[in-house]
């Protein structure tokens, strides 16, 4: 490397000294002036008019003034505190914010209501869970869907007895649903043209709307008619049947305290109960309420 100043310069010991510290600092400069230090500096040395470095400017340039720190222990005292301050108070405002946003971030996971409340039924009933409830609402023919269930006929409110069940059914000018179970838990049933009409004979009536289903292989399950007949149900004073070919898929005594249900070639169902020959533990009616008074 090559130094800017030359050893036999006619400077005195301390001149030494200095000129030795300075070279030392200063990037090697070529006679012409040009850097050659792989070093760089962003604030170069001010090039004097003469062709040389003035290095008094060059001592006062090096440190921008803004960073001195005042060393006044009361100011810095007085800073620190402040700067605290302000830290805790935007840590605290961080820790506010984040808290804010969980709890709306909560509320939004969280629904406001319970799904039994979501339910749009007129009374309570024996079986209708809100699963059971959501999956039956979307099986409804589009006449009755979305409207509200009017509980019509149920054997905990109205008496045993099949006749009540038709007379209560005479309030419908639209499909009703069926809905009974077993003992065992299961939930099964059908929809219904309504007003029921009983016969003297056996006579199957309905549309091909009606359907069975059931809850006895876990989740719900829908039976659709499957074309093969047109036994879609039966109705007469003692007796109330849907279904047909081989079996009735599901079939009401006249107590409605005992029932049977089989394979159907109507529905291509299986057994919708626990076993053929059950118990029923409760019988419901529901209509829906745009299509009739509903008076009790």
Not at 61 to 66: A, E, G, I, R
Not at 95 to 103: L, Q, R
Request: glycine content about 8%; proline content about 5%; some cysteine.
């Amino acid at each position: 490397m090559r130094f800017l100043f030359a050893q036999d310069s006619p400077y005195s010991q301390e001149g030494k000294r200095l000129s030795s510290y300075l070279s030392y600092i200063i990037p090697t400069i070529s006679f012409d002036g040009s850097k050659t230090s792989k070093h760089q500096h962003d604030n170069t040395p001010i090039r004097s008019a003469s062709g040389g470095y003035n290095y008094e400017d060059f001592e006062y340039q090096d440190v921008p003034s803004d960073n001195y720190v005042d060393c006044n222990p009361m100011c810095n005292s007085m800073d620190l505190s402040k700067d605290d301050n302000i830290n805790e108070d935007h840590t605290s405002r961080r820790s506010s914010s984040s808290s804010d946003v969980f709890e709306e971030a909560k509320e939004q996971q969280t629904p406001h209501a319970s799904k039994k409340s979501r339910l749009n039924l007129t009374d309570e009933s024996t079986f209708i869970s809100p699963e059971l409830y959501e999956f039956l609402e979307t099986c409804l023919p589009n006449i009755v869907k979305g409207r509200q269930w009017v509980l019509l006929y149920s054997t905990l409110k109205h008496g045993i007895s099949l006749r009540t069940l038709i007379r209560k059914s005479a309030e419908l000018s639209c499909p009703g649903l069926l809905i009974v179970g077993d003992m065992q838990g299961a939930v099964f049933g059908g929809l219904l043209d309504c007003p029921l009409k009983p016969t003297a004979k056996r006579k199957y009536q309905g549309t091909n709307q009606t359907f069975v289903f059931t809850t006895v292989y876990g989740q719900p399950r829908l039976f659709l008619p499957t074309g093969l007949n047109r036994y879609y149900y039966m109705c007469l004073t003692d007796i109330l049947a849907l279904g047909g070919g081989g079996n009735f898929a599901l079939c009401l005594e006249e107590d409605l305290l005992t029932g049977t249900s089989g394979p159907s070639d109507t529905f291509g169902n299986l057994c919708l109960a626990h076993s053929p020959e059950f118990q029923l533990k409760n019988v419901e009616l529901w209509g829906f309420s745009h299509a009739s008074t509903f008076q009790s």
